[in-house]
């Protein structure tokens, strides 16, 4: 991330210098134009690095569950307590009508 948070990726916080022209404000010069555009190239590359790292965090399933596992282990003694209840069920209710 970059040295303003999570919140600004690739936000650096340096803008033009006092005085300077506003990016897009005519009378610039084509190197002050360069200097606009490297700078933008620079921030957006680190946005994309930002991006894909959060991207590959979310989606690494293995780390997913290690630090879910609780979780998971509940959700899946809950979903097997409800899958037992209900073939119980349908065995009772076949066996009843016999």
């Known amino acids: 991330m970059t040295a303003s948070g999570p919140g600004n990726l690739g936000s650096t916080g340096s803008g033009p210098a006092p005085g300077a022209p506003r990016p897009g404000a005519p009378g610039r010069s084509s190197a002050e134009i ?3 555009i490297d700078l933008q190239q620079a921030q957006l590359a680190d946005s994309v690095v930002a991006l894909r790292t959060k991207v590959n965090e979310l989606t690494d399933w293995r780390s997913q569950i290690s630090e879910h596992r609780e979780e998971l282990i509940k959700g899946a003694a809950v979903a097997g307590f409800v899958v037992g209840t ?3 069920f349908r065995a009772f209710r076949a066996f009843r009508r016999r």
């Open 86 to 88: 209900v073939v119980a």
């Open 34 to 36: 360069r200097r606009d």
